[in-house]
């Protein structure tokens, strides 16, 4: 049966439901106020809002102001670091063929090579056995990725890191929140990297941040990001007279905006109360979902806090009785948006042609990528959302498998 069938056999009695936009941020008066304040001011570029945002985030992060670093997406976090790292050209990166684009985009135009290691089949973060596995004279970084908002292991990934004396890069764009036996994602490695964008647990639109230990490294990346200015245009233009600046690097366009960070400053005040949120969307999705003949996500591990970014299921053809590209299409059929996080790195096109991978060499990863299923889990859902979302996921597997709903 096609999503459409679906649609119509399901949907003949009942009025037609608003779409659920996967990933919808819940923006409050504050950063409405705020934006306003901002275009008031006349002040939109890297100014005053951008530093309180910065010093606001290194507070949540157990951080000092100057270890970050605001940029204008997670991509550029991951770009600069990667190239403050100073790495020869063409070292090799490893990481995680279960991630956005995004990562394995920066380490090759950091001028770097990436190097993929499987996945955990059953935590999908990188797998430090396959890492270990993935190492050669070449490997210069690791680049793990916290999937969904869980945390690698980070000591095990760590131990190796420090045995070949390689850097970390975290991608921390689903891990805002995330901890690791008591400490904050981003802060192992030597650089973390958060991202903003509209359908994260802190939204500034485009946006991200770096984080670092070594407070010379972070001071590099925020120069790199201005065009490798050594003075920023605020302290160039503020009251305290004219600057002159030096450039004293190649660098890049990816500064934040004072309109962003407006938006994030009051986003990030939220950051736990949209979690908890989060959290209690998933355990009802947990609880509710358990008949199902669907994979669900890993239980959070001990000693760790899980960000609760994606909540995200395994549609397995053989079991559901659905393929998962027919269940997405039966979702949208129920105007539930959702999901796919992520196709395996090495389904791409590009990657396959310029570094001859194929996707049966990750074989956790390719499994994973073509059954995941990203349900909404934004903060802003409501009660009778969430029970919408468990109601079509239930319809459509019952019509295929015979399972039914706790
Ligand atoms: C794992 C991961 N890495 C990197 C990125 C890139 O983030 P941004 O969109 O802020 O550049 C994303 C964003 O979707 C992501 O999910």
Redesign the pocket.
């Known amino acids: 049966m096609t999503g459409t069938q679906i649609e119509h056999t399901m949907n003949a009695s009942t009025p037609e439901q608003p779409f659920l936009i996967f990933g919808s941020p819940l923006i409050e008066q504050a950063e409405i106020d705020e934006v306003v304040a901002c275009m008031e001011s006349a002040w939109l570029g890297t100014g005053p809002r951008v530093a309180r945002f910065e010093n606001d985030f290194a507070r949540y992060q157990g951080l000092q102001s100057s270890q970050v670093a605001a940029v204008n ?4 976090a ?1 770009h600069v670091s990667m190239v403050a790292a100073g790495l020869e050209p063409g070292a090799e990166v490893i990481t995680t063929p279960m ?2 684009c ?2 394995v985009n920066a380490i090759i135009h950091a001028g770097l090579t990436p190097v993929l290691a499987d996945v955990d089949p059953a935590t999908q973060c990188i797998d430090p056995g396959a890492i270990e596995a993935a190492i050669t004279p070449r490997t210069r970084a690791i680049l793990p ?1 916290h999937f969904a908002g869980r945390p690698c292991e980070m000591d095990a990934i760590m131990a190796i890191a420090g045995k070949h004396h390689l850097m970390v890069i975290e ?1 921390c ?2 891990a805002i929140e995330t901890t690791y036996r008591g400490r904050k994602a981003g802060t192992f490695g030597d650089f973390g990297c958060f ?3 509209a359908t994260k647990n802190v939204v500034t639109g ?3 941040m770096i984080t670092g230990r070594d407070e010379a490294l972070i001071a590099r990346a925020k120069v790199l990001a201005l065009h490798g200015m050594s003075k920023d245009a605020w302290h160039r233009f503020g009251d305290r007279g004219y600057r002159h600046y030096q450039v004293v690097e190649a660098g890049f366009k990816y500064n934040m905006m004072d309109l962003q960070a407006a938006i994030g400053m009051h986003q990030l005040a939220r950051v736990d109360r949209n979690r908890e949120r989060r959290e209690a969307i998933w355990n009802r999705y947990m609880e509710a979902l358990a008949g199902l003949p669907v994979g669900l996500p890993a239980q959070p591990a001990p000693d760790t806090k899980h960000a609760y970014h994606l909540f995200t299921i395994l549609v397995d053809e053989a079991r559901c009785g659905i393929s998962r590209d027919a269940f997405l299409d039966a979702m949208n059929a129920q105007r539930i948006g959702t999901g796919v996080h992520y196709l395996a790195v090495p389904e791409h096109p590009y990657y396959r042609q310029r570094f001859g991978w194929r996707p049966e060499q990750w074989p956790n990863a390719m499994r994973i990528g073509r059954q995941t299923v990203s349900l909404p889990l934004s903060p802003k859902l409501t009660d009778a959302d969430v029970e919408r979302v468990i109601g079509a996921v239930g319809a459509i597997l019952a019509h295929k498998s015979g399972h039914g709903l706790r």
Request: charged share 10%; proline share 0%; glycine share 10%.
């Open positions: 997406s997670c991509t550029a991951l991630t956005f995004a990562s990725v991608d764009a689903h991202s903003f964008y485009e946006g991200g």
